[in-house]
Protein backbone atom coordinates (compact mmCIF):
# COMPACT_ATOMS: atom_id res chain seq x y z
CA UNK A 1 0.00 0.00 0.00
CA UNK A 2 1.37 3.57 -0.96
CA UNK A 3 2.42 6.38 1.63
CA UNK A 4 1.13 9.42 0.97
CA UNK A 5 3.58 12.13 1.99
CA UNK A 6 1.63 15.07 1.43
CA UNK A 7 -2.25 16.29 1.70
CA UNK A 8 -1.67 17.16 -2.13
CA UNK A 9 -0.86 13.24 -2.97
CA UNK A 10 -3.69 12.35 -0.40
CA UNK A 11 -6.54 14.19 -2.49
CA UNK A 12 -5.44 13.31 -5.26
CA UNK A 13 -5.37 9.72 -4.63
CA UNK A 14 -8.88 9.95 -3.65
CA UNK A 15 -9.82 11.67 -6.64
CA UNK A 16 -8.27 8.40 -9.04
CA UNK A 17 -10.17 6.14 -7.14
CA UNK A 18 -13.45 7.82 -7.42
CA UNK A 19 -12.43 8.52 -10.81
CA UNK A 20 -11.64 4.55 -11.37
CA UNK A 21 -14.56 3.42 -8.99
CA UNK A 22 -16.97 5.61 -9.30
CA UNK A 23 -19.02 3.84 -11.27
CA UNK A 24 -19.07 0.73 -8.99
CA UNK A 25 -19.57 2.85 -5.67
CA UNK A 26 -22.27 4.22 -7.55
CA UNK A 27 -23.93 1.16 -8.50
CA UNK A 28 -23.13 -0.56 -5.03
CA UNK A 29 -24.88 2.87 -3.36
CA UNK A 30 -28.22 2.73 -5.62
CA UNK A 31 -28.15 -1.26 -4.69
CA UNK A 32 -27.69 -0.96 -0.96
CA UNK A 33 -30.62 2.21 -0.60
CA UNK A 34 -32.61 -0.56 -3.06
CA UNK A 35 -32.16 -3.66 -0.52
CA UNK A 36 -32.91 -0.78 2.58
CA UNK A 37 -36.09 -0.01 0.70
CA UNK A 38 -37.31 -3.33 -0.62
CA UNK A 39 -36.22 -4.55 3.10
CA UNK A 40 -38.38 -2.36 4.74
CA UNK A 41 -41.21 -2.54 2.11
CA UNK A 42 -41.30 -5.96 2.99
CA UNK A 43 -41.51 -5.85 6.48
CA UNK A 44 -44.36 -3.18 6.08
CA UNK A 45 -46.09 -5.65 3.68
CA UNK A 46 -45.67 -8.33 6.17
CA UNK A 47 -47.06 -6.76 9.21
CA UNK A 48 -49.73 -5.73 6.83
CA UNK A 49 -50.74 -9.15 5.31
CA UNK A 50 -50.18 -10.34 9.36
CA UNK A 51 -52.78 -7.67 11.25
CA UNK A 52 -55.49 -8.79 8.18
CA UNK A 53 -54.89 -12.79 8.88
CA UNK A 54 -55.04 -11.61 12.38
CA UNK A 55 -58.42 -9.60 12.40
CA UNK A 56 -59.26 -12.28 9.96
CA UNK A 57 -58.80 -15.42 12.61
CA UNK A 58 -60.75 -13.37 15.19
CA UNK A 59 -63.92 -13.46 13.21
CA UNK A 60 -63.34 -16.97 11.86
CA UNK A 61 -62.92 -18.17 15.15
CA UNK A 62 -66.12 -16.18 16.83
CA UNK A 63 -68.07 -17.30 13.78
CA UNK A 64 -66.58 -20.99 15.00
CA UNK A 65 -68.10 -21.02 17.86
CA UNK A 66 -71.75 -20.97 16.87
CA UNK A 67 -71.05 -24.48 14.97
CA UNK A 68 -73.03 -23.63 11.93
CA UNK A 69 -72.78 -25.04 9.00
CA UNK A 70 -71.34 -22.08 7.12
CA UNK A 71 -69.51 -20.89 9.80
CA UNK A 72 -67.01 -23.89 9.62
CA UNK A 73 -66.69 -23.78 6.17
CA UNK A 74 -65.32 -20.87 6.84
CA UNK A 75 -62.97 -21.13 9.14
CA UNK A 76 -61.96 -24.35 6.68
CA UNK A 77 -60.68 -21.96 4.34
CA UNK A 78 -59.08 -19.58 6.34
CA UNK A 79 -56.80 -22.18 7.96
CA UNK A 80 -56.36 -23.71 4.12
CA UNK A 81 -55.23 -20.79 2.97
CA UNK A 82 -53.03 -19.24 6.21
CA UNK A 83 -49.43 -20.81 6.55
CA UNK A 84 -48.90 -19.01 9.48
CA UNK A 85 -49.53 -19.21 12.96
CA UNK A 86 -53.09 -18.29 12.85
CA UNK A 87 -53.68 -20.97 10.14
CA UNK A 88 -52.24 -23.23 12.82
CA UNK A 89 -54.88 -21.96 15.58
CA UNK A 90 -57.53 -22.04 13.25
CA UNK A 91 -56.97 -25.58 12.51
CA UNK A 92 -56.41 -26.41 16.17
CA UNK A 93 -59.76 -24.50 16.89
CA UNK A 94 -61.30 -26.91 14.47
CA UNK A 95 -60.01 -30.09 15.43
CA UNK A 96 -61.51 -29.48 18.43
CA UNK A 97 -64.88 -28.43 17.53
CA UNK A 98 -64.97 -31.98 15.44
CA UNK A 99 -64.03 -33.80 18.30
CA UNK A 100 -67.03 -32.56 19.81
CA UNK A 101 -68.85 -33.42 17.14
CA UNK A 102 -67.34 -37.09 17.44
CA UNK A 103 -65.45 -36.40 13.85
CA UNK A 104 -62.47 -37.74 14.23
CA UNK A 105 -61.79 -38.45 10.95
CA UNK A 106 -62.17 -34.12 9.78
CA UNK A 107 -60.29 -33.75 13.58
CA UNK A 108 -57.43 -35.31 12.18
CA UNK A 109 -57.42 -33.97 8.87
CA UNK A 110 -57.20 -30.51 10.81
CA UNK A 111 -54.58 -31.36 13.17
CA UNK A 112 -52.10 -33.01 10.15
CA UNK A 113 -52.41 -29.28 8.12
CA UNK A 114 -51.36 -27.71 11.10
CA UNK A 115 -48.56 -30.00 11.18
CA UNK A 116 -47.42 -28.33 7.83
CA UNK A 117 -48.08 -24.75 8.73
CA UNK A 118 -45.43 -24.12 11.22
CA UNK A 119 -41.83 -25.24 12.68
CA UNK A 120 -42.25 -24.08 16.29
CA UNK A 121 -41.15 -26.99 18.38
CA UNK A 122 -44.15 -26.02 20.95
CA UNK A 123 -46.70 -25.64 18.55
CA UNK A 124 -45.82 -28.84 16.88
CA UNK A 125 -45.98 -30.70 20.50
CA UNK A 126 -49.20 -29.60 21.31
CA UNK A 127 -50.33 -30.74 17.21
CA UNK A 128 -48.58 -34.22 18.07
CA UNK A 129 -50.30 -34.52 21.15
CA UNK A 130 -53.76 -33.84 19.83
CA UNK A 131 -53.02 -35.67 16.98
CA UNK A 132 -52.30 -38.74 18.92
CA UNK A 133 -55.37 -38.77 20.75
CA UNK A 134 -57.15 -38.40 17.99
CA UNK A 135 -55.49 -41.29 16.17
CA UNK A 136 -56.37 -43.25 19.03
CA UNK A 137 -59.64 -42.78 18.79
CA UNK A 138 -59.79 -43.93 15.26
CA UNK A 139 -58.06 -47.18 16.40
CA UNK A 140 -54.81 -46.16 14.39
CA UNK A 141 -52.35 -47.00 17.47
CA UNK A 142 -49.41 -47.16 15.52
CA UNK A 143 -49.61 -44.16 13.29
CA UNK A 144 -49.99 -42.64 17.48
CA UNK A 145 -47.19 -44.14 18.05
CA UNK A 146 -45.28 -42.62 15.66
CA UNK A 147 -46.96 -39.33 16.05
CA UNK A 148 -45.55 -39.22 19.92
CA UNK A 149 -42.13 -39.65 18.35
CA UNK A 150 -42.57 -36.10 16.88
CA UNK A 151 -43.26 -34.33 20.56
CA UNK A 152 -39.85 -33.16 21.47
CA UNK A 153 -39.11 -30.72 24.35
CA UNK A 154 -38.02 -31.60 27.92
CA UNK A 155 -41.28 -29.46 28.77
CA UNK A 156 -43.93 -31.73 26.81
CA UNK A 157 -42.17 -35.08 27.86
CA UNK A 158 -44.29 -36.25 30.52
CA UNK A 159 -47.49 -35.11 28.46
CA UNK A 160 -45.98 -37.43 25.85
CA UNK A 161 -45.31 -40.52 28.10
CA UNK A 162 -48.82 -40.27 29.47
CA UNK A 163 -50.35 -40.70 25.93
CA UNK A 164 -47.71 -43.39 24.69
CA UNK A 165 -48.86 -45.00 28.06
CA UNK A 166 -52.72 -44.68 26.95
CA UNK A 167 -51.86 -45.97 23.46
CA UNK A 168 -49.88 -48.95 24.29
CA UNK A 169 -52.34 -49.87 26.55
CA UNK A 170 -55.06 -49.84 24.25
CA UNK A 171 -53.13 -52.01 22.07
CA UNK A 172 -53.06 -54.43 24.95
CA UNK A 173 -49.30 -54.28 25.77
CA UNK A 174 -49.22 -53.51 30.10
CA UNK A 175 -45.86 -54.28 30.32
CA UNK A 176 -44.99 -51.05 27.73
CA UNK A 177 -47.47 -48.82 29.15
CA UNK A 178 -46.79 -48.93 32.35
CA UNK A 179 -42.78 -47.97 31.34
CA UNK A 180 -44.67 -44.69 29.51
CA UNK A 181 -46.24 -43.88 32.61
CA UNK A 182 -43.16 -44.41 34.87
CA UNK A 183 -41.10 -42.42 32.79
CA UNK A 184 -43.47 -39.86 32.46
CA UNK A 185 -43.36 -39.24 36.48
CA UNK A 186 -39.80 -39.21 36.39
CA UNK A 187 -40.06 -36.22 33.16
CA UNK A 188 -40.87 -33.80 35.29
CA UNK A 189 -44.20 -33.64 35.79
CA UNK A 190 -46.08 -31.33 36.90
CA UNK A 191 -47.96 -32.28 40.29
CA UNK A 192 -51.40 -32.80 38.65
CA UNK A 193 -50.39 -35.38 35.68
CA UNK A 194 -48.14 -36.82 38.62
CA UNK A 195 -50.93 -37.78 40.41
CA UNK A 196 -53.01 -38.90 37.15
CA UNK A 197 -49.76 -41.05 36.30
CA UNK A 198 -49.40 -43.06 39.46
CA UNK A 199 -53.46 -43.45 39.39
CA UNK A 200 -53.12 -45.35 35.87
CA UNK A 201 -50.40 -47.28 37.52
CA UNK A 202 -52.24 -48.45 40.43
CA UNK A 203 -55.09 -49.43 37.97
CA UNK A 204 -51.95 -51.80 36.25
CA UNK A 205 -51.54 -53.04 39.65
CA UNK A 206 -54.99 -54.26 40.54
Known amino acids: ?31 GIGALVGWRYWQSHENANMMVASQSYQEASDRLADGKPDDVAAAQKFAQANSNSYGVLASLELAKHFVEQNDFAKADQQLVLAQGQTKDENLLAI ?52 EAYSKGIESNASQALQVLLRMKLNNLSS
Open 1 to 31: MEVYTTENEQVDAVRRFFAENGKALAVGVVL
Open 127 to 178: INLRLARVQMQEKKLDDALKTLDGVKGEGWAAMAQDTRGDVLLAKGDTKGAR
